[in-house]
């Protein structure tokens, strides 16, 4: 099996999750592409091309993926007229430089969210967002004496991996079951809600993991602020054009196996859509926005495909 073959296979598993690191692994498996063996640089884009449809393709909510595979293949066609091996060392500064971008805006979105945060407020995060570990830990790191509220985010239990990270950090971390949100919402006095983004729409919609929409509606209820905080890369231009973004059906075993309730079907949608109207702002690493500029920043951030 080829390492591209193995990444795709990863995402696919999820070995490899969260949608920032997707992309970002999945770049880093073209950039290997660029080393293999090819006649000439025609056919070293074809090879990208293959690479970027089968990564593509493993998972398709997160818009991360395709707009990362994407942004590799038009560097490629730029490129196109150059020698084999001004190719090679072009594109391969390209992906890394793009690379750097990514992790440089995660780290601002971590400083522009951490502003957010005041010393003492209790946060709910839902999932594993390595965006929102990132503003958490530079919260705790600036002094800020927080407390976080992590739900398990069945069937996979992601949220399981937030909370052993932000308490071996040192943050103290309650864990809570997805259906306790309304009430420990309550009890435990939850300041503001953040999560993650797999794909934001031209409409400020936000698609995150199952069970986001449901924590909006009971923030919402409570008055208490949603804040998705999310690197530009997820926003989508295809939902400009209209495409709607595919929800991911995994495999009922997730949820519980087939021998033990034989005669039910058993759904497992991995993501859900968070309206707008239930998101009071989002975080990228261009500063805090209300949901309702997302069409712009995709006019700015895509304004070369359209
Ligand atoms: C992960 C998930 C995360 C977003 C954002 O889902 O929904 O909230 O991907 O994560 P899954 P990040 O576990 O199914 O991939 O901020 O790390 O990009």
Redesign the pocket.
Known sequence: MSKLDKTARDIKT?RV???????ITALKALDDVLDDEARDTKALIRKLELGGKKLKSA?P??V?LPNAVNYALLVAKENRLLSLEEFRSEMHSSLNRFIIEQEKS?EKIGAIGANLIESGDVILT????????TILKKAHDEGKKIKVVCTE?RP?Y?GLITAKELSSYGIPTILIVDSAVHLMMKKLKVDKVF????TVCSDGDVI??IG?SQVALCAKELDIDFIV???SI?FSFESVMGSLVLI?ERDPSEVISKAKLPKVKVMNP??DVTDSSYIDMIITEHGIMPPQAAYQLIGEKFRSRA
Request: charged share 25%; aromatic share 2%; net charge positive.
């Open positions: 999820m999750r969260g949608a920032l690191n997707i992309a998972r909510t997160a991360s995660l839902h999932c594993n967002s390595d965006t929102v570990v985010s996979r992601q999560v993650g983004a797999d995150n993991k986001t905080a999310t690197e997820k991911e991995a993501f």
